[in-house]
């Protein structure tokens, strides 16, 4: 509830640090020593307050935790106590203004926990995990702060603020109901302890993920089994064996996802095989990495908590916040695209069975067969596959003169890599980020490799967000999981990994771009059914001729790649796509299924893959060949900040595609165009409904028809 994702009790942060007072001087001493010597106690002195990442070390963190939540209860209790009137500037500003100590930890130990983390910080992850739940809880359900903010509430329209010092209000009054503030004392004991349980619950559940993904990689005794990889894959398979202590053997690391990147390449089918259902087992088999119970058990707290707060189920509570607003809006647009989404994906594996049986008239195609069989369908139908892509990507090239050629034009953004600053880790570049006018606007972190101690997928997190309160400006990250070659090769990305670089450099953007006064809705602080928009119209650039003809050039030799290369990219934009709708939908669905039900219709951990299955069957999108792209015992999205939210990339593509559309319409790759998406939405954050901010760019509600399109789901599916 507070203004950034940070916890733990008020009475347990006092004595904890009350705890390590010693009475004696030399213990005093020792402990100012000890503060002063801790990054996180002060403002970094480094440019835009970058991390001081050398300096930095894991026995700084719980101190500073500790410390941090001392001070922000002590702020808090000034707050609430504050014999003066309640005032805009005493109660709302002075709550933005707290906990600076912690926001500052907290910023860079959850970061660097998905980006490079230890077992000493793992350890920490899950020490202060429920302790952050309670001093969070101990702010929200203050009854002192919630009269203060309540009473200024109701004068809201009497006070005289600015539109966006009006919503600021607005929004900490919904965020103290919604946390629980009017609940009786009871429930109050009751909604604390089921946070508490849930904070460690959640912690488990993604350290077992990241756990499990490192543990269950796939060991190939002979190079032989991986024909069809690359030689550089194949080495880079032989690089994780043998720091696995295998030499001699190719490991094959599995990412967070369903599907797997090695099949659509091995020819061994046996090996597909033994890859997919590795995969899709994961958290599943017993042993110590099984989720079903920790999953089982978060589920039905969700729905007690939802049900002591007065709501049906605990997606009604999490979508009334949203854009969405109700589960009947979610339901309709994903049981209204199932249809028609299997129909496409059972049209391609018809394609693909041909060719299966053109080579064996026995073979009958699974789910371990569609990709390896779909790059087949691509190369006979449009006569290219995807390893030919792979050498026009050069990673660095696609970061550099593509993803950032394309903010010149569209924002007239320069960049320029500063190798002065410290790096959490080697693989990680700092990019300095100037402004059309040549003013300073932001520090990039630019993360691309995958490695054992990182989160899998790919992200954007901010270690500085934008306020005109304070006066920082922003330094953000992207993340990627991009396999690192062998030293001495080129890094080849597809095509998916190109998109995604664009993608999560829309997110970026969007945090740099940040324009507002209050900490509380910097940069992408906006509905989570919204929060991907924007990055998704960014991926329009990577295909943009201008933008492709400036990057898309060949490792070796920089010729540009071959336009009928292009043109036949382009002609298969649709190519597989009912797959592609099928497995984001079933994801989609089974969230909404767990978390639209009440207590006693949720299963005990034994249940939990027959629920799934139930919920597939259910929406008609159970299809075999095409498995969620998350089951439920590694959907680490909605055990994060997806919770009942998944559906967001779809509908955020709804305004994403109209978006597109509008920027064809207006000329496309022009400075006037990128100038106002960035002053209409982009530099808003959250200081405006996310829908009117959309209505202010696009002139009209947005319109669900051009997504339609994009995807192929404008004709009527066939009837079986």
């Given at each position: ?280 087992a994961r958290g599943s088999q017993g042993g110590e990495f ?250 329009m650039w990577a295909t943009d001729p201008a933008i492709l ?53 949720l299963p005990d951990a034994d249940g939990v893959l027959a ?110």
């Amino acid at each position: 509830m507070h203004k950034r994702p940070i916890a733990l009790s008020i009475a347990l942060a006092l004595a904890t640090a009350s705890g390590a007072l010693a009475d004696t001087a030399t213990a005093a001493d020792a402990t100012q020593a000890s503060k002063a010597m801790n990054p996180f106690f002060h403002t970094s002195p480094l440019p835009y307050q970058f991390p001081q990442f050398d300096k930095i070390t894991n026995a700084d963190y719980v101190p500073a935790f500790e410390e941090g939540m001392k001070q922000g209860a002590a702020e808090i209790e000034k707050i609430a106590n504050n014999p003066e009137k309640p005032s805009f500037e005493n109660t709302i500003v002075a709550m933005e203004k707290s906990g600076e100590i912690l926001d500052r930890v907290s910023t860079v130990f959850y970061s660097l926990v998905g980006t490079n983390t230890n077992d000493e910080m793992q350890a920490i992850q899950a020490q202060m995990a429920p302790k952050l739940s309670a001093y969070s809880d101990a702010i929200s359900l203050n009854e002192k702060l919630y009269a203060r903010v309540k009473a200024l509430y109701d004068q809201v329209d009497d006070l005289g603020l600015d539109p966006e010092s009006k919503r600021l209000l607005e929004r900490y009054h919904t965020d103290f109901v919604r946390a629980g503030a009017q609940l009786s004392a009871e429930d109050k004991v009751k909604v604390k302890d089921i946070n508490s349980q849930m904070a460690s619950l959640q912690t488990q559940f993604s350290q077992n993920v990241l756990k499990e993904v490192n543990a269950a990689a796939i060991i190939v005794d002979s190079k032989d089994d991986l024909k069809g990889m690359s030689d550089s894959d194949i080495a880079a398979a032989a690089a994780v064996a043998k720091a696995r202590g295998m030499e001699g053997k190719y490991a094959i690391a599995l990412l967070n996802t369903s599907g797997q990147p090695a099949l659509d390449s091995l020819s061994n089918r046996a090996l597909r095989e033994r890859i997919q259902k590795a995969s899709i087992a994961r958290g599943s088999q017993g042993g110590e990495f099984d989720n079903r119970e920790i999953f089982s058990k978060i589920a039905k707290l969700r729905a007690e908590r939802a049900a002591i707060m007065g709501y049906a189920n605990h997606a009604e509570y999490v979508l009334e916040d949203a854009t969405a607003k109700t589960t009947d809006a979610v339901n309709e647009m994903l049981f209204g695209l199932a249809p028609a989404a299997v129909a496409n994906a059972k049209k391609e594996a018809a394609d693909m069975q041909k060719v299966a049986q053109a080579e064996d008239k026995n073979f009958k195609l699974e789910a371990w067969d569609w990709a390896y069989y779909a790059e087949k369908v691509r190369a006979e139908r449009y006569a290219f596959d995807e390893s030919q892509l792979r050498p026009y990507f050069e990673m660095n090239n696609v970061l550099e003169n593509g993803v950032f050629y394309a903010a010149e034009k569209l924002y007239g953004l320069t960049f320029k890599k500063r190798t002065d600053l410290p790096l959490y880790h080697e693989d990680t570049s700092v990019y300095e980020v100037f402004d059309a006018d040549g003013k300073h606007l932001a520090l990039f972190i630019a993360d691309m490799y995958a490695r054992g101690n990182k989160r899998g997928g790919a992200w954007m997190n901010a270690y500085v967000s934008q306020n005109g309160l304070t006066g920082t400006t922003p330094v953000v990250a992207n993340h990627l999981n991009v396999p690192k070659p062998p030293k001495g090769e080129p890094t080849l990305l597809t095509f998916d990994e190109v998109t995604t670089m664009f993608h999560e450099f829309g997110h970026a953007l969007h945090g740099m771009f940040s324009n507002v006064k209050y900490p509380r809705f910097a940069g992408t602080s906006v509905p989570r059914d919204f929060v991907e928009y924007p990055s998704q119209v960014n991926e329009m650039w990577a295909t943009d001729p201008a933008i492709l003809s400036n990057y898309a050039k060949h490792y070796q030799t920089g010729a540009q790649i071959p336009q009928a290369l292009l043109d036949k990219v382009q002609a298969a934009a649709q190519f597989n796509e009912g797959f592609r709708t099928t497995e984001y939908l079933a994801a989609s669905i089974l969230d909404q299924a767990w978390h639209q039900k009440e207590v006693e219709q949720l299963p005990d951990a034994d249940g939990v893959l027959a629920f799934e299955a139930a919920a597939l069957d259910e929406a008609g999108i159970n299809f075999p060949l095409v498995p969620p792209r998350y089951r439920t015992t590694y959907f680490s999205h909605i055990i994060g900040g997806y919770s009942a939210g998944y559906y967001s990339y779809l509908w955020s593509e709804v305004l994403d595609a109209d978006s597109v559309e509008w920027f064809k319409e207006n000329g496309g790759l022009k400075r006037e165009n990128g100038d106002h998406f960035r002053k209409t939405l982009l530099s808003r954050g959250g200081s405006e409904d996310a829908m009117k901010i959309f209505e202010d760019f696009r002139g009209r509600a947005p319109d669900i028809q051009p997504l339609l399109k994009r995807r192929g789901l404008t004709a009527t599916p066939e009837t079986e």
